[in-house]
């Protein structure tokens, strides 16, 4: 329990910082709604922060296991100190009419009981997770953790394991473990559902403040209704989910034009998984051509994520990429070896397998889709939200044409949980261009006084 | 004055969340029944086979390893990792013998034997196929 409470102080470290620098994000309306973003927001923050903060401290000085932690505790001090004397400032409620929410609310709530329930069913049976997790990340974790070898974490010995993966959740979970002084299998489960539950906070409470309850209430269920990205995010156990809340949750904090905020999510996207550098790449020229003026703070706010990544992948990391094996002329060999097609036959399949049964969750964006059709005002927002899944998805066909791996091992391996990286991205960018399901109510128009004295008159 | 959703957006709207709900259903299903996979890799049982070798070999150091398994096959990967996360901070070098080595047995072969092939002879055997060797000194 010690070890998911500390789990927690990232979380309100992470609200602290939210509420300090997100540039009033808790006065946007409705008031749950700025609610459930600061939570989702501060949770994916706070966690990344932290886990970042752990490991230079680890590299600073590894005799002092616990450094880190009285860091954190000032810093939390100073950020309540911070927000006491803050303004409370709230923008008034526009009176508005809103489709269902009442019954959508109560659907949102069954939904998220049934998937947790799914998840505790999960943990039961697989406390460790699915392989990656304690072959990988917790392995890693392990030895960031334990006597003052950390660097251990990146060894080049550990062939079986890839050292040359970022840390963040490595970090975040070897962050509980040293605070709590135990390795408690809680800590690992912990981060991974905190990472769920930002990701469905900032889904729900995003959409809701950028396109009305309505519609911020049904993203929330169609991400719930996401069976494989459910069980990523309840049995796996890996670094997938993560990734898949900081990539959306970069795109959703620059649609609601917090630019800092979203670099930050866009630089702990690079210090969670290697694909999260296609993303940071991705998103910064997005940036650069389709909201240009906000380019240097998304910049400055991917400083912490892409320094340590960089300075690990440079200073500390192994290996370079396997992908660049053989040189030029052998990856040209790879792309042209006739491997498009079944590529392209896998993506198929395994966008097919998304779904379970006769269900595939798309199936409730179809009907939103249908019902409510697409908003032309809405083009330039969707084709940013949309832009940026898509460029990763043709991003991770092109390694799969390179890669020096066995393809089909490779494909059957990877692809699926690529696809789940991807798909909070898809649900987003579905509700950015759905008409509004919210209407301000018209006040009938008072009459005109010279008006009303000439009726009376006559 | 309130404006008025039509049929086609209620109906949107409503077929969205059922389908969601649907998916929800779906997924709890699936949970239910992939609880029988419990542990598939053992993780848990492995805690209590290397108890014994994490109390006897100090945290810094850096063992070789063997198994009897095939290289290359799953087993054997899932034993060595296993093995390694388990072990951690300490560090394996798979299928090299070096002066401190762990031996990690699925099933029941000449441990002995088996060590001195890499002229390794039995240090402890720990029980339940894990062994520690050390390497012969040559006079």
Redesign the interface.
């Known amino acids: 329990m010690i070890a998911v409470a500390w789990a927690l102080f990232a979380v309100l470290i992470g609200c602290g910082l939210v509420m300090r620098f997100g540039r009033g994000l808790t006065a946007l309306e409705p008031r749950w709604a700025a609610a459930l973003l600061v939570f989702g927001s501060g949770a994916a923050a706070g966690i990344g922060l932290t886990s970042i903060l752990f490991f230079l401290c680890r590299m600073a000085a590894p005799g002092i296991p616990r450094l880190g932690m009285f860091l954190e505790i000032t810093i939390f001090g100073w950020l309540v100190f911070e927000i006491s004397r803050q303004r409370k400032t709230s923008t008034p409620d526009a009176t508005a009419?809103a489709?269902?929410v009442p019954?959508?609310m109560g659907?949102a709530f069954?939904?998220f009981a049934?998937?947790t329930?799914?998840?505790t069913?999960?943990w039961?049976?697989?406390?460790?997770g699915n392989?990656d997790a304690?072959?990988i990340w917790?392995?890693r974790a392990?030895?960031l953790v334990?006597?003052?070898?950390p660097q251990?974490a990146w060894?080049a010995?550990?062939?079986?394991?890839h050292p040359e993966y970022p840390l963040l959740i490595s970090g975040a979970v070897a962050r509980c473990w040293a605070y709590a002084g135990s390795l408690t299998e809680a800590a690992p489960i912990a981060t991974s559902y905190l990472f769920f539950l930002s990701l469905l906070a900032m889904v729900t409470g995003g959409v809701a403040v950028y396109r009305g309850r309505?519609l911020g209430l049904?993203a929330g269920?169609?991400l719930?209704?996401?069976?494989t990205v459910?069980?990523e995010a309840?049995?796996a156990q890996y670094a997938d989910v993560p990734l898949a809340c900081y990539m959306m949750g970069a795109t959703m904090l620059i649609l609601l034009d917090r630019p800092l905020l979203a670099g930050l999510f866009a630089g702990l996207a690079m210090w969670t998984k290697d694909d999260g550098t296609q993303f940071v790449a991705i998103f910064l020229v997005a940036i650069a051509v389709l909201r240009r003026e906000r380019f240097a703070q998304v910049a400055m706010g991917a400083i912490p994520g892409v320094v340590v990544a960089l300075i690990f992948k440079i200073a500390l990391s192994p290996r370079t990429s396997m992908y660049l094996m053989g040189g030029p002329k052998a990856m040209l060999q790879r792309v042209v070896d006739g491997r498009f097609w079944q590529i392209s036959g896998a993506f198929a399949h395994e966008i097919g397998a998304l779904?379970?049964?006769w269900?595939h969750?798309i199936?409730?964006?179809l009907?939103?889709a249908?019902?409510?059709s697409f908003e032309r005002e809405r083009r330039r927002d969707w084709l940013f939200a949309a832009t940026i899944p898509c460029a990763m998805l043709a991003g991770y066909f092109s390694v799969f044409l390179i890669s020096p791996f066995p393809l089909k091992w490779h494909l059957e391996s990877s692809l699926n949980r690529l696809l789940v990286q991807l798909w909070p991205c898809f649900v987003l960018a579905t509700f950015v261009g759905l008409?509004r399901?919210e209407?301000t109510?018209?006040?009938?128009p008072a009459a005109p006084v010279k008006a009303r004295k000439k009726s009376r008159t006559s | 004055m309130l404006p008025e959703f039509s049929l086609r957006n209620k109906f949107g709207a409503a077929a969205a969340a059922v389908l969601s709900l649907w998916g929800v259903i779906e997924y709890y299903g699936f949970e239910r029944d992939f609880h029988q996979h419990r542990d598939p890799y053992k993780i848990v049982a492995q805690f209590v086979r290397f108890e014994g070798l994490r109390a006897a070999v100090p945290g810094d150091a850096v063992l070789g390893y063997l198994s009897g398994e095939e290289p290359g096959s799953e087993l054997a990967q899932a034993m060595f990792n296993a093995a390694q996360y388990n072990l951690a901070p300490r560090l394996l070098q798979k299928d090299k013998a070096l002066d401190w080595t762990v031996g990690n047995f699925a099933r029941p072969v000449d441990f002995a034997a088996v060590g001195r092939q890499y002229g390794l002879r039995v240090e402890r055997d720990l029980g339940n196929g894990v062994i520690l060797y050390r390497k012969e000194q040559r006079p």
């Open positions: 009419k489709l269902f019954w959508l659907a069954l939904a049934i998937v329930a799914g998840m069913v999960a039961d049976a697989n406390p460790q392989w304690w072959a917790n392995l392990r030895f334990e006597g003052n070898l251990r060894s010995l550990l062939t079986e394991t309505t049904l269920l169609a719930l209704g996401a069976p459910m069980h309840g049995f779904g379970f049964g269900y969750p199936l409730p964006l009907a939103l249908i019902g409510l008409s399901l209407r109510v018209i006040q009938a």
